[in-house]
């Protein structure tokens, strides 16, 4: 039975939808398809599977016809009517990389959206592996993501009447800047009643961040990995506490058990992660009872294969390969994201979502400034990419002084485009670092390590 608790404050009750025939924005309600995914969450693996193959051949029949890259690539694929892929066909599909997609552009995008998928709308990531993409979605695609929002909240029995704050990139504010929020986010400010929010530009100096916390006192603080990292031992160090905090949650990088250790002890308080990527929404949730993650099953595939593209079996890492379920804007077939994931077990909770044990990869460090000042370094993807045609970026910083930008490019870049780069990069760090200029063919990385747009050699004071 589902049950809501009693802070949750329903502001509309709405129709309902089938999973997995979605009828379209029109006639998905976020809260019906939270109830179904309350649902859906206790069916077994198998029958989820099931239901998996089923979409995935209603959304790979729409890719062929309708989007131009598939139309080629899938040409040969068979489908027949009203019998869904088989896994082993499924498996033969091939893999679609981020230079596929980075080289498709716009051949990616479909050309007869739904109508009933409601508009689409665009999204710039630079990712895990530092190149810059441009990615699609509908809004049903987004109604999935606030749903699956909803259900983190949920799972994590978070008292919806209580402060939440965040410290992450932000498009609005500048470095030291907050704003006041009147609910947690979109997903809340549909479905239900919140107390007070408030964000913080996370390129804000770590000790400005732990006084606005403190003069925050907030029930819930989300942020990156390394910047909780960062806080907590500013904390720990200096004494300070934050009473009233109940949970904290990460996002957008790896989590390391050192973190969520030093979060224990800075705060007293567990953390709950979450994995996911700008192109594809939630990958991964972490289970309510356990620091393992459940696949968000119901709007994603997530393979996890071994460099011969064979299934890993629970223990194995493996390399992440995706494909989201509802998005007909720019679908993506088995699309390698760049990460490295170990397969877990069955989860003891009795949910029959998959499991990840664990994503495998580097963290981006912290920024350190001459003033020993630490900062996280959000490199706008977009404003680079308006400057030049590049495909990678990654930036080191060698000394208090001096950063080196790694740059893969498409063509030579002129001297005017790199003094633009450098305003650009500059701009991002808060300071006029020294900057070399490093072309390279390929920026590599180690098996199993996420790559890491910006590494610091510097060790904070």
Known sequence: MFKLPQSFKIKNAVPGLHWPSIPGAEGVSLLALLYQLEQSQWQSPEDLLDLQLKQATI???????????????????????????SLQQWRELPILTRQHVQEAGNLMVSAAIPADHGK??????????????????????????????????????????????????????????????????????????????????????????????????????LSFPTNLHALATFFLENGNSLPGLEQVIAYGEVLSPETRLLCREAWQVEVKDMYSAMEVGYMALQCPDHEHYHVMAENIMVEVIDENGHPCLPGELGRVVLTPLHNFAMPLVRYEIGDYAEVGSPCPC?????????????????????TGEERWPVMNSKAVSSIAPI????????????????????????????????????????????????????????????FEEFISLVRPK
Do not use: C
């Open 59 to 85: 959304m790979l029949d729409f890719a062929k016809q309708t989007v131009p890259y598939y139309q080629k690539t899938l040409k040969q694929l068979s489908l027949r009517t009203g019998k869904p892929i």
């Open 120 to 221: 689409k709308a665009s999204l710039q990531s630079s990712g895990s592996t530092g190149k810059p993409l441009t990615s699609w979605q509908t809004e049903v695609s987004q109604t999935f993501f606030h749903a699956l929002t909803m259900r983190n909240h949920l799972w994590h029995r978070r008292d919806f009447s209580k402060k939440f704050t965040a410290i992450r990139v932000s498009n609005t504010l500048k470095p030291g800047e907050s704003k006041a929020n009147a609910s947690w986010g979109p997903a809340t400010a549909m479905t239900v009643e919140t107390g007070p929010a408030a964000t913080l530009h996370i390129n804000t100096d770590v000790k400005q961040q732990a006084v606005w916390l403190m003069e925050q006192r907030p029930a819930y603080l």
């Open 350 to 370: 009795g949910r029959g979502l998959p499991v990840i044990r664990r994503v495998v990869g580097r963290v981006r460090n912290m920024l350190i400034l001459p």
């Open 391 to 450: 495909l990678q970026l990654q930036m080191v910083q060698h000394s208090l002084h001096a950063v080196e930008v790694r740059l893969v490019v498409k063509r030579a870049i002129d001297q005017t485009e790199e003094a633009q780069l450098k305003g650009v990069i500059i701009d991002t760090l808060g300071y006029p670092f020294e900057l070399k200029f490093t072309y390279m063919d390929e920026i590599s990385r180690n098996r199993g390590e996420k």
